[in-house]
Nanobody
């Protein structure tokens, strides 16, 4: 019904930058929130940040001031700009979205996840 596809991961040196993108497609009426999560080896998945359709964003304390989330409502995309990367930012990054389906209309929200993209911060 709905697919989320992340891109932009890779290997970067400490202090470097990466930009991740997430594209949603399928039977979409609207998207309420687009989140970014990450999961490091041996750790639980954690919220990195989120942005609402109105543009309100919030971030985990560990990434505040370094990461920025943006979204394009018309094209159902979200981006995660990551600056001043640290080795502890190494993880698989996932995009998540709360979606109202075209076939169901507003008010019925379904959660979808992307497949994840690996980010490795290492010298």
């Amino acid at each position: 019904q709905v697919q989320l596809v992340e891109s932009g991961g890779g290997l970067v040196q400490p202090g470097g930058s990466l930009r991740l993108s997430c594209a949603a497609s399928g039977d979409i009426f609207s998207i309420r929130v687009m989140d970014w999560y990450r999961q490091a080896p041996g750790k639980q998945r954690e919220l990195v940040g989120a942005v609402t359709a109105g543009g309100t964003s919030n971030y985990a304390d560990s990434v505040k001031g370094r990461f920025t989330i943006s979204r394009d409502n018309a094209n159902y995309t979200s981006s995660l700009q990551m600056n001043s990367l640290k080795p502890e930012d190494t993880a698989v990054y996932y995009c998540r979205a709360d979606v109202a389906l075209g076939t169901r209309g507003p008010g019925y929200w379904f959660t979808y996840w992307g497949q994840g993209t690996q980010v490795t911060v290492s010298s």
